[in-house]
T-cell receptor, first 114, second 117 residues
């Protein structure tokens, strides 16, 4: 079956660093995405990993280990506006004409406190 | 960047009526569009995948006769919730994938909040 797990909620302090973990067990793998979603809004793209290692993008970094089925999103210099849900999503493998689809994790609600 | 719009952003309807939601890719051609549903404090659940000019592929447990999807052009897909009931109240989000995107990433619309009374 398809299973993607994230912590439900996290709390961190403004200016600090927070790491949001994601573990996955899927039948196929063709990349992992992280999205940010504010309440009542659509998700916005943060990062993409398809090979093992760390991808850095400003205050946000994402890491992937395919052998461990594990990824994390690292947020540095936290700001109040970073309070949001963070969604981990795995893209299924291309299957001879079948469309890749994203399988979303449960999402992590991050609260940044002053 | 790629922009996806949805209309309406919010709709309230009576039980038993049908509601149509439009999803448009504004500045790119989307060969594939996806429809998701999100209940409060839950993650996005894929309902169906639609490719332009062909029938949609529905996920297990999603009734294709209740959630009608039409993807008539490369920039427009519609989701019609037929005979809506209160349990259909949810946040419906579409996404579109650009044929030549760097990661083949999906761009999400702003969502439609459906409330069925």
């Amino acid at each position: 079956g398809q299973n993607i797990d994230q912590p439900t909620e996290m709390t961190a302090t403004e200016g600090a660093i927070v790491q949001i973990n994601c573990t996955y067990q899927t039948s196929g793998f063709n990349g992992l995405f992280w999205y940010q979603q504010h309440a009542g809004e659509a998700p916005t793209f943060l990062s993409y990993n398809v090979l093992d290692g760390l991808e850095e993008k400003g205050r946000f970094s994402s890491f992937l280990s395919r052998s461990k089925g594990y990824s994390y999103l690292l947020l540095k210099e936290l700001q109040m506006k970073d309070s949001a849900s963070y969604l981990c999503a795995v893209r299924d493998r291309w299957r001879g004409g079948a469309t890749n689809k994203l399988i979303f994790g449960t999402g992590t609600l991050l609260a940044v406190q002053p | 960047g790629a922009v996806v719009s949805q209309h309406p952003s919010r709709v309230i309807c009576k039980s038993g009526t049908s509601v149509k939601i439009e999803c448009r890719s504004l500045d790119f051609q989307a060969t594939t569009m996806f429809w998701y549903r999100q209940f409060p404090k839950q993650s996005l659940m894929l309902m169906a995948t639609s490719n332009e000019g062909s029938k949609a592929t529905y996920e297990q447990g999603v009734e294709k006769d209740k959630f009608l999807i039409n993807h008539a052009s490369l920039t427009l897909s519609t989701l019609t919730v037929t005979s809506a009931h209160p349990e259909d109240s949810s946040f419906y989000i579409c996404s579109a994938r650009e044929a030549r995107g760097a990661y083949n990433e999906q761009f999400f619309g702003p969502g439609t909040r459906l409330t069925v009374l």
